[in-house]
């Protein structure tokens, strides 16, 4: 499974971004789509994700600002932010966590697969 994102960039305090992330393989199953980020000497955290029946889960530093959406025919998934801080300052990541055939094919439990990551940097 590759996963490729697009969107990110310089932003200043206040402004808005979108970030896509666009899913392709042998895909064989897909539970939640989301995003995490990782800034500087900080471990990567959940920013949102969203499950297969629309439940979305959101960290607390972004509830209200935040919205993700999911394309489950195109698997695609996408996140939207608003009133964006120079603590949103991350390399943003897209998550997949499914399987593509040969997982499935292997008897493979269900796997993260990641993006390549987008740079995010919030201008005070």
């Known amino acids: 499974v590759q996963l490729v994102e697009s969107g990110g960039g310089l932003v200043q305090a206040g402004g808005s971004l979108r970030l896509s992330c666009a899913a392709a393989?042998?895909?064989?199953?897909?539970?939640?789509m989301g995003w995490y980020r990782q800034a500087p000497g900080k471990p990567r955290e959940l920013v949102a994700d969203?499950?297969?029946?629309?439940?979305?889960t959101y960290a607390d530093s972004v509830k209200g600002r935040a919205t993700v959406s999911r394309d489950n025919n195109k698997n695609m998934v996408a996140l939207s932010m608003s009133g964006l801080k120079p603590e949103d300052t991350a390399v943003y990541y897209c998550?997949?966590?499914?399987?593509?055939?040969?997982?499935?094919?292997?008897?493979?439990?269900?796997?993260?697969?990641w993006g390549q990551g987008t740079q995010v940097t919030v201008s005070s």
């Open positions: 998550n997949l966590n499914g399987q593509d055939y040969m997982d499935y094919e292997r008897g493979l439990s269900d796997v993260n697969y």
């Open positions: 393989g042998n895909i064989f199953s897909v539970n939640t």
């Open positions: 969203i499950s297969n029946d629309g439940t979305t």
